[in-house]
């Protein structure tokens, strides 16, 4: 009884190590410094982890909202990246400060000059934004990441409430309310104008490890993974083993 019991409970603990190690991915989401408030300006960070053990992220593709289309996009200079900017010409054009714009930008791109975000690391890509839509509570924006052995993974699903998340899904952005005082810009004026200053350029790669990133789970989640096959295994051999010199005797 004891050796079918140890056999058991070896089994049970390999299943468990299994499943508790299963590796959380991260994904490419977006974060704003400070708040986002409705109808002000916000310094995002979009944050891309690298979720591969071979490969390195070389380009990143974000694609803006269409359906609140932003005045205002400037990317950050970052070490390391060429930064492409695309823009659309608008069906509705937008007013900003008394002038109407018939275009926006569609798209931003971050290739990557040398190695780009290799195994194990992240990268944050900042950008400042306005004005931010009124009469919204989110912008959700859609991401391609391009590793160097040509694999592409498509952040593209937009979440749904009530639902799981989705496995690949879109960043998004969630927007506050604006004050009571009507200022609603989000980050101070300082950090938009940081963002826009090239000589502040950040080049933020940091590994995962320091930061409490899953991105650099992959590994050790595989790890573990393989310890608990191994525990399990080993514990099934030796009831198997008990009950056979039991049965001899």
Do not use: C
Not at 5 to 26: E, H, K, M, N, Q
Not at 131 to 154: C, G, M
């Amino acid at each position: 009884m004891k050796a079918s019991r140890i056999a058991a409970a070896g089994a049970v603990a390999g299943v468990a190590v299994l499943t508790l190690s299963a590796p959380a991915f991260a994904h490419v989401s977006v974060q704003p410094e400070g708040e986002a408030a409705k109808g002000g300006y916000a310094v995002v960070h979009f944050k891309v982890p690298n979720e591969r053990d071979n490969a390195s992220t070389t380009k990143v593709e974000v694609a803006f909202p269409t359906d609140h289309p932003l005045a205002s996009v400037m990317p950050q200079p970052v070490d390391g990246w060429d930064i492409k900017v695309t823009k659309s010409t608008l069906e509705k054009p937008l007013e900003m400060h008394g002038k109407k714009i018939d275009e926006a930008v569609t798209k931003v791109t971050w290739t990557a000059d040398d190695d780009g975000i290799e195994p194990g690391f992240f990268q944050k890509f900042p950008v400042s934004v306005g004005t931010l839509p009124e009469q919204a509570d989110e912008l959700v924006f859609k991401a391609l990441q391009t590793y160097s052995n040509k694999e592409v993974v498509r952040w593209i699903e937009v979440p749904q409430e009530g639902k799981d998340e989705p496995d690949y899904p879109a960043p998004v952005l969630a927007l506050s309310e604006a004050s009571a005082d009507g200022h609603s810009h989000g980050a101070s004026d300082d950090k938009a104008d940081h963002a826009k200053s090239p000589e502040n350029a950040a080049a933020e790669t940091t590994a995962a490890s320091d930061s409490g990133d899953s991105g650099g789970t992959d590994t050790t989640a595989r790890v573990l993974g393989i310890v608990g096959i191994v525990v399990g295994a080993a514990g099934v051999a030796y009831g198997v083993l008990a009950g056979r010199r039991r049965t001899s005797a």
